[in-house]
């Protein structure tokens, strides 16, 4: 089993920048990709951000490109979202997910094995 953690989450204006962190444990734990979803009230989950556990491979949403950056420090199991020039339509609760099975980020949700409980990012005018 794979636990997820998120923090970071919470209430700014337009312009403004939040940084998301998801911290990964359990004594199983082996991770190709990691990968930031958002849902929206009344909407699908929607693909964020992917970046492959080895061979710095990123794949970003076309609404996202240019203002969100994703990392990772595998030394602490930690996937971090840096989000700049947030806007209003940004207005979502983040979930950290986990693909044990492919190596290339995938945008699908059921590709992934393990999410972690969703932080509220929410941005004013």
């Known amino acids: 089993q794979v636990q997820l953690v998120e923090s970071g989450g919470g209430l700014v204006q337009a312009g403004d920048s939040l940084r998301l962190s998801c911290a990964a444990s359990?004594?199983?734990?082996?991770?190709?990709?990691m990968a930031w979803f958002r849902q929206a009230p009344g909407k699908e989950r929607e693909f964020v951000a992917a970046i492959a556990w080895s061979g710095g491979i990123i794949k970003y949403a076309d609404s996202v490109k240019g203002r969100f950056t994703i990392s990772r420090d595998n030394a602490k199991n930690t996937v971090y979202l840096q989000m700049n020039s947030l806007k209003p339509e940004d207005t979502a609760v983040y979930y950290c997910?986990?693909?044990?099975?492919?190596?290339?980020?995938?945008?699908?949700?059921?590709?992934?094995?393990?999410w972690g409980q969703g932080t509220q990012v929410t941005v004013s005018s």
């Open positions: 997910a986990v693909d044990l099975h492919v190596v290339i980020p995938t945008t699908t949700p059921s590709r992934y094995d393990y």
């Open positions: 359990g004594r199983t734990f082996s991770s190709s990709v």
